[in-house]
């Protein structure tokens, strides 16, 4: 699945947040003014003075983004661009996979103490710009051969193999695990209930589907020579005992033109809309009066 970002629209910058909790910091006001929010021994730093850095330092670049911002959402609202939930619910769950689960993408949302909510809001702003700016972008089959020519070699697949393992710290507790195998158990319980590797643990040992070079090389060595389905005895690596599950492989194989025109096609179209936006955003603003006074400052 091909990776997409989010154009800057109507999100709150850093810029923007820095002007932003300053709000009401103006010279006409006195409790504002002598609000303090430092001091150093008798020294003090007031909410003023620190507004005045960050107008100077930082302001033109944030108020210029909320200008834009601004000049989009008028846009947007006037050009009355439908986005279903459909849409929204199809283009996050591709940031979810890229982001290497739910749980991964929750964390990225904390980190950037944003809500999926507010996410959402961002992608129907996405998806509705990118509907006004596809139909000025032009791609033709020429332009698709040549995209595949030169990164053929980012389309090609590498021979893959899927593996569930079970990692524990001693050849004895290896043994033991490997006889109640040989006896039966199911493979993803003993990995739930022995594997010292947590993460894949909790789903029955998975790693799923990796090529070489990712693993330890024992790891793959053992991996990548067994059947479907085989099981292997106790293998040592840096990070103890390994019995290994193959559950799927898959060959190497040279990437065709043919399977990948959507897909390449998608991919300029994407990079087309990205390029487009600037001009686009340009060509708008000139249907508005905008007055901005730090210019003048």
């Avoid at 932003?20 to 730093?45: H, N, R, Y």
């Avoid at 129907?124 to 995209?147: G, N, Q």
């Avoid at 991996?223 to 898959?250: L, N, Q, R």
Wanted: charged residues 35%; negative net charge.
């Amino acid at each position: 699945m091909r990776k997409k970002r989010l154009f800057p629209l109507l999100t709150v910058s850093l810029l923007a947040i820095i002007l932003t909790v300053t709000t009401g910091c103006s010279k006409d006001s006195k409790a504002s003014t002598d609000e303090t929010v430092a001091t150093i021994g008798d020294e003090k730093i007031t909410k003023d003075e620190l507004y005045e850095v960050l107008v100077q330092s930082a302001g033109q670049e944030a108020l210029t983004a909320m200008i834009d911002d601004k000049v989009v959402a008028l846009e947007l609202k006037k050009e009355k661009v439908s986005v279903s939930d459909k849409e929204v619910d199809a283009e996050l769950a591709i940031y979810v996979e890229n982001a290497g689960g739910q749980e991964a993408f929750d964390a990225a949302l904390k980190t950037n103490a944003m809500t999926e909510k507010e996410f959402k809001e961002n992608i129907v702003d996405y998806l509705s710009i990118r509907k006004i700016i596809e139909p000025r972008i032009k791609i033709t089959d020429e332009d698709i051969k040549a995209y595949f020519e030169e990164n053929k070699e980012s389309f090609n697949e590498e021979e893959q193999v899927a593996a569930s393992h079970i990692l524990v710290e001693d050849e004895a507790t290896a043994k033991k695990v490997a006889k109640k195998l040989a006896d039966g158990e199911d493979f993803a319980t003993l990995a739930k209930e022995f594997s010292t590797d947590t993460m894949s643990a909790e789903n029955g040992g998975e790693l799923g589907l990796f090529p070489r070079g990712k693993m330890v090389a024992e790891f793959e060595e053992a991996a990548f020579s067994m059947k479907v389905d085989a099981i292997s005895d106790p293998i040592k690596t840096e990070h103890g005992y390994h019995i290994i599950h193959v559950t799927d492989k898959k060959a190497a194989k040279e990437a065709e033109l043919s399977e990948l025109k959507e897909e390449i096609k998608g991919l300029l179209l994407e990079e087309g809309v990205q390029a487009e936006y600037v001009n686009w955003l340009d060509e708008v603003k000139l249907n508005y009066k905008i007055e901005n006074s730090l210019l003048t400052k």
